[in-house]
């Protein structure tokens, strides 16, 4: 590759979510935006203002998120990698909304890496700064949430920054996790949401129907569900427009 195709396909920020959703209200900010596959990854490229931004859609888990997070890198070499999408509330006063910006990631196995950002709480305003935990699964008990809150001191949970965190320290990139509230602590996530959610993070039609014909009151449940996801999304999307820019003035 010659020096000018490096700084065509050079991005200031990537952006690895494992959903579309996740991500498409952000998107929706940028312009000229481009859509490619690379293996089994998703990428997305634009402009938000001056910046390019790279985004890579993984799919659900920590190995994908891991491989995704080094094809990102290798084709787009941004100095700045969040780790971004929606998480699960550990702590009975979050909101659904509400973001989380992650001094340090862990899982159940022991595994920490430390960030040292310097970004000021403001809980009131819905915005909390700690530590976030990966798990294997999705957590979709409040029992389960309020066990992990006291076992770890953690915020919330996803599946995927740490992974994120891990590929960044190795390849000496700078990185934030920053996620949004999908799912508080107020109510069971229904049990339907393990089968339908593929791998990949599309949603497994046939698994649906089959949940909905199983448990009816599934569809109402799934509904809102969705319902407060897209509202988390918008927020997330309002909150990196400025994060992305600080990053970029912050660099030049």
């Not at 890579?56 to 787009?76: E, P």
Request: with cysteine; hydrophobic share 45%.
């Amino acid at each position: 590759m010659n020096q000018s195709e490096l700084d065509k396909s050079h991005a200031d920020i990537g952006l690895v979510c494992a959903l579309p959703m996740e991500i498409q209200p952000f998107l929706d900010r940028c312009e000229h935006v481009k859509k490619y596959t690379g293996g089994s990854y998703v990428f997305r490229g634009g402009f938000l203002d001056r910046i390019k931004v790279a985004v890579v859609q993984t799919g659900v888990g920590f190995a994908r998120a891991r491989a995704a997070t080094q094809a990102l890198i290798d084709a787009h070499s941004p100095p700045w990698i969040l780790s971004v999408g929606f998480s699960g509330a550990l702590q009975t006063g979050m909101k659904i909304g509400d973001i989380v910006v992650a001094t340090s990631v862990c899982d159940l196995h022991g595994q920490e890496l430390k960030n040292d950002v310097h970004f000021p709480e403001d809980r009131e305003q819905g915005l909390y700064v700690g530590r976030v935990i990966n798990t294997d699964q999705i957590v979709r008990t409040v029992e389960e949430k309020l066990r992990l809150a006291e076992q770890h001191d953690a915020l919330a949970v996803d599946l995927e920054s740490l992974a994120v965190a891990q590929v960044c320290e190795a390849e000496k990139k700078g990185f934030m996790a920053i996620r949004v509230i999908s799912d508080d602590c107020s109510v069971d996530l229904p049990s339907e949401v393990m089968s339908i959610l593929g791998e990949t993070g599309a949603v497994r039609a046939g698994a649906a129907l089959g949940a909905v014909f199983k448990r009816p009151e599934s569809i109402k449940e799934m509904w809102k569900m969705r319902g407060d996801a897209s509202r988390a999304a918008t927020r997330l999307a309002s909150f990196l427009d400025g994060v992305v820019v600080q990053l970029y003035e912050a660099r030049h």
